[in-house]
Structure formats: C-alpha cells, structure tokens
C-alpha cells in the first residue's frame, strides 16, 4: 500500500534556489510497506520510499547536509547490496558482548536483522529520515529500540562510541571519496581486532578505497558473489570486502591523531 506524507506548504528559499525544476519536484513522499525476504531467517516487514523518484527535504534539512535532490531518496530503498549484507548477518552467530556498527545504514535492513537476533546494533547515516524509518520498521517488525546515531561521515569526531568489534556497511563507494572520509570513519570506528565489512555492486570507487584502507593497515579479503534471481530478489552482482588489520597497521592507526 503506498502512502504519501502531506506535501509541505512552504518550501524554503535555499531549496528552491537549489532545486531549478521547482515547483515541479515534488515536497511530499510516498512509501511503501512490503515482506522483504533475508536468508534463513523470518522476512522483514519494510517501509520504503515507493521509488526512487521521491524527494520530500521539508525544512531544507538534507540540503543543508549537502545533499542533493537526486541523492535524497537512496537511503530509503531496498539495494540488492543491503540485502546481502543482512543475508550475512543473518547468518552469523550472535557472540555475546559484541557491538556491532552498521554505517551509511539507509534502511538498516542488517541492523534490523542483527537486533532481531539479539545482536548489540548500532546504525549511522547522515540523512535526516534515516532515524525516523528505523524507529518505523522496528514497530513494523515489533522490535524493541534500537542505537541509531546521525551525522556525516567527515565529522569523524564526532565519534559514533566506544569502538565496535564488528563494522558493516553496503552500497557506500558509489561517490568518489576524495579526502578519504569513509575509510577513515571505519577505522576510527573500530577495535583493533575488528573486522570491517562491505558490500559493494562493482562500483568503480573501489580501488581508491582499497588503498585508503590499506594506508591504515587493513588486509582486505574478497567473496564474489553472482546470484541468480530468486523470489523476491533480482540476480545480484557484487562482493563482499573483509577487512582486517594487520599488526603493522594496528601500530599505524594507533598513531592516528
Ligand atoms: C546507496 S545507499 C545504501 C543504503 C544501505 N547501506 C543499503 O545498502 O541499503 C547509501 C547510504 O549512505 C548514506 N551516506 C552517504 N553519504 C554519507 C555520509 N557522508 N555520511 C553518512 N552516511 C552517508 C546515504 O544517506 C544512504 O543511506
């Protein structure tokens, strides 16, 4: 059932400004509610955005992150790429006392899938409905709260909390990452005996973000994985990217300032 939020009736000057194609780019969204399924586990209940059409920056918030209208509804679709990552999530046992962080979370389907299990999740990303989506699936999903913190990448001091034994992430290397900001999110953000995982769907950003993860010592494992198409799910072209820190590295990053 799709359901459209009530457009908003005054759009700042700023996003106007920003948006040439105004009034014609729509103010309100539309969502949509399906059964996504994940891997050997029960299927997630799912509000999305209806397509990725929608733009709905009332108040001017995402503009004011630097995010544009033709980026804005990625966080709230369904990537192949996130389905992967919690097809594997779903898949690996839940060791107590470990805390997990889920970056540029989008829909958060992995985190969703990890705290079902009883997994210590945390979710980030930058775009202002990402929280309120997660805090919509978890009652669609009857689940409890959940850790979710906002922000962008670049503010790497703003640190998410204590470092994580487990970083994931999938579809984030589709912008060219010139300053290195997600990588160095990821290291910051992880014990010294983390490993940092990410889905990728080929995207060509891969290489530069191979060595900038290597320039903080981190050894990088790859699984392809080319799956046919299966119910509920397109045919899937992509990896997953391990990485682990070698001892040499874990010296480097401690000399991070
Ligand atoms: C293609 S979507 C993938 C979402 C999710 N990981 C998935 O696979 O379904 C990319 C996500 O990264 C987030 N993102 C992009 N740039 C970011 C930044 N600088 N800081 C934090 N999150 C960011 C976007 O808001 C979006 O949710």
């Given at each position: 059932?799709?359901?459209?939020?009530?457009?908003?009736?005054?759009?700042?000057?700023?996003?106007?400004?920003?948006?040439?194609?105004?009034?014609?780019?729509?103010?309100?969204?539309?969502?949509?509610?399906?059964?996504?399924?994940?891997?050997?586990?029960?299927?997630?209940?799912?509000?999305?955005?209806?397509?990725?059409?929608?733009?709905?920056?009332?108040?001017?918030?995402?503009?004011?992150?630097?995010?544009?209208?033709?980026?804005?509804?990625?966080?709230?679709?369904?990537?192949?790429?996130?389905?992967?990552l919690a097809?594997r999530i779903a898949?690996r046992p839940v060791r107590v006392g470990e805390r997990i962080l889920e970056v540029?979370c989008?829909?958060a389907?992995a985190s969703l899938v990890g705290h079902r299990l009883g997994a210590d999740m945390t979710a980030c990303?930058?775009?202002?409905?990402?929280?309120?989506?997660?805090?919509?699936?978890?009652?669609?999903?009857?689940?409890?709260?959940m850790s979710?913190?906002?922000?962008?990448?670049?503010?790497?001091?703003?640190?998410v909390g204590e470092p994580f034994d487990l970083v994931i992430g999938?579809?984030?290397?589709?912008?060219?990452?010139?300053?290195?900001?997600?990588?160095?999110?990821l290291?910051?953000h992880a014990t010294?005996?983390a490993e940092v995982w990410?889905?990728?769907?080929?995207?060509?950003?891969?290489?530069?973000?191979?060595?900038?993860?290597?320039?903080?010592?981190?050894?990088?494992?790859?699984?392809?994985?080319?799956?046919?198409?299966?119910?509920?799910?397109?045919?899937?072209?992509?990896?997953?990217?391990?990485?682990?820190?070698?001892?040499?590295?874990?010296?480097?990053?401690?000399?991070?300032?």
């Amino acid at each position: 059932m799709a359901v459209v939020t009530p457009p908003s009736p005054m759009l700042p000057a700023s996003a106007k400004a920003a948006h040439p194609g105004f009034p014609r780019v729509m103010t309100g969204y539309a969502t949509k509610q399906a059964n996504v399924p994940i891997r050997g586990v029960a299927d997630l209940v799912v509000r999305s955005l209806l397509d990725d059409q929608q733009f709905g920056d009332d108040g001017g918030k995402a503009e004011a992150l630097g995010i544009s209208s033709a980026s804005w509804p990625l966080f709230g679709l369904v990537w192949p790429s996130g389905l992967l990552l919690a097809d594997r999530i779903a898949a690996r046992p839940v060791r107590v006392g470990e805390r997990i962080l889920e970056v540029g979370c989008g829909l958060a389907l992995a985190s969703l899938v990890g705290h079902r299990l009883g997994a210590d999740m945390t979710a980030c990303d930058i775009h202002p409905l990402a929280g309120a989506f997660l805090r919509e699936n978890l009652r669609l999903n009857e689940l409890s709260a959940m850790s979710y913190r906002h922000g962008p990448w670049a503010q790497v001091a703003r640190r998410v909390g204590e470092p994580f034994d487990l970083v994931i992430g999938s579809d984030l290397l589709y912008e060219a990452d010139t300053r290195g900001v997600l990588a160095e999110f990821l290291v910051r953000h992880a014990t010294p005996t983390a490993e940092v995982w990410i889905v990728d769907p080929d995207r060509g950003n891969r290489s530069a973000f191979h060595r900038r993860m290597a320039s903080f010592g981190y050894e990088r494992t790859e699984e392809r994985v080319d799956a046919l198409a299966d119910v509920g799910r397109a045919a899937y072209r992509g990896r997953l990217m391990v990485y682990r820190r070698t001892e040499a590295g874990a010296a480097a990053a401690a000399l991070l300032p």
